[in-house]
């Protein structure tokens, strides 16, 4: 859910913020090595659906048969609670199975910049456009899970109440170009995305 707002400094030069809501539910499997290529799934999934909180702000310039824009995002971050279950790879080990319990974890997306122009070249026929996007997903360096009761630690055999798996995501960027043909009302568009 995005409520927005925008407002027209001057002619042509407007600026906008978002407001965004977002509802998550999150299933979770995580496989925890037992040795001898044996090993424990931990299956999670949410109890309830998550709330994060987020929002945009742009800024949007046009004059004559030119229009660029530049839109920053901060990423809504969710706290999952759910009920997890575990299985065993082999019934030989099941006495190192944990009991179903509770799990907690945090969920962050990517903040987002992006920019992008077009220019049409023929009034209501031939518009090209260009963007370039950056998703900043280095803020999911790690996936951390808090349990209630604990789960067996693969290198210790220790019961950890809280297991972390390093991520280490890199941020990204893309480029899109498009082109729109307008004919006797009918659109044609092609585009190419890297």
């Keep these: ?5 925008a407002y027209e400094i001057i002619p042509g030069l407007s600026i906008g913020v978002t407001y965004d809501l977002g509802l998550a539910v999150v299933e979770l499997r995580k496989r925890n090595s037992l040795g001898n290529d ?3 799934v931990a299956n999670m999934a949410s109890s309830e659906p998550s ?21 920053f995002k901060f990423g809504q971050k969710y706290e999952i609670k759910g009920n997890a279950d575990f299985d065993v790879s082999t019934d030989v080990f099941s006495g190192k199975k944990p009991k179903d319990q509770k799990m907690e974890t945090e969920l962050t997306m990517p903040n987002f910049l992006a920019w992008g122009i077009s220019y049409e070249f023929i009034k209501d ?5 260009f963007d370039v996007n950056y998703t900043m997903w280095n803020s999911y360096d790690e996936l951390k899970l808090t349990s209630e009761e604990g789960i067996p630690n693969s290198e210790t055999g220790e019961m950890d109440k809280s297991v972390t798996t390093e ?3 890199e941020d990204v960027l893309a480029f899109r170009m498009g082109l729109e043909y307008k004919v006797n009302n009918v659109k044609t568009r092609l585009g190419y995305g890297y």
């Design 167 to 169: 991520k280490k995501w």
């Design 51 to 71: 709330i994060g909180h987020g929002f945009k702000a742009g800024i949007h310039y046009q004059k004559d048969k030119l229009r660029t824009g530049l839109v």
């Design 38 to 40: 044996e090993y424990l």
């Design 1 to 5: 859910l995005s409520p927005a707002f």
């Design 125 to 129: 026929v031939l518009l090209l456009s």
